[in-house]
């Protein structure tokens, strides 16, 4: 049993060492991730999930990239003399023990100059890096506006 031990934690060791490789955000679990199929004759389009925090600090989410886009920011939506509009974020918080939920209307990822354009069910990779240089890679699913009619009035983009 001791020997296991030993060479469990020289396999742990030699993993850390290795790490080239960013490390993975702890505590922070990512749901309903989604893609927008871009509108005919765009090279942009949205991105949406909710982050949970499952620690006792308060994370911030500063960037978001995806293998898809050229580039990619964080948004904003507010209303400015009864218009909506949108405004690019350095940091958007993600309270200790709390969540943020990137929506249509909300914040959300604006992915731009696209490389590719997904298709309805398609699965988009979202890498996202937080505040302590951690990461996570989540897989979102291509969704188009015409698949959930509710949303239709959120799509300016
Ligand atoms: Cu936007």
Redesign the pocket.
């Known amino acids: 049993m001791k020997y296991f031990v030993c060479v469990m934690m020289v396999v742990m060791a030699s993993v850390v060492q290795a790490g080239e490789a960013p490390k993975v955000t702890q505590g922070v679990a990512i749901s309903e991730a989604k893609v927008r199929v871009p509108m005919p004759g765009r090279d942009?389009t949205?991105a949406y999930f909710h982050v949970h925090n499952q620690r006792d600090q308060e994370r911030f989410l500063v960037s978001v990239s995806s293998p898809i886009a050229e580039r990619a920011?964080l948004?904003?939506?507010s209303e400015v003399d009864g218009m909506m509009r949108?405004r690019?974020e350095d940091k958007v918080q993600i309270p200790a023990q709390g969540h943020q939920h990137f929506q249509p209307g909300g914040y959300?990822?604006?992915l731009l100059d696209l490389r590719r354009r997904p298709q309805t069910g398609e699965s988009v990779e979202l890498v996202l890096t937080f505040d302590d240089g951690s990461q996570l890679s989540v897989d979102a699913v291509a969704e188009s506006v015409f698949d959930r009619r509710h949303d239709n009035h959120h799509n300016h983009?």
């Open positions: 942009l949205a920011e948004h904003s939506h949108m690019r959300h990822v604006m983009h």
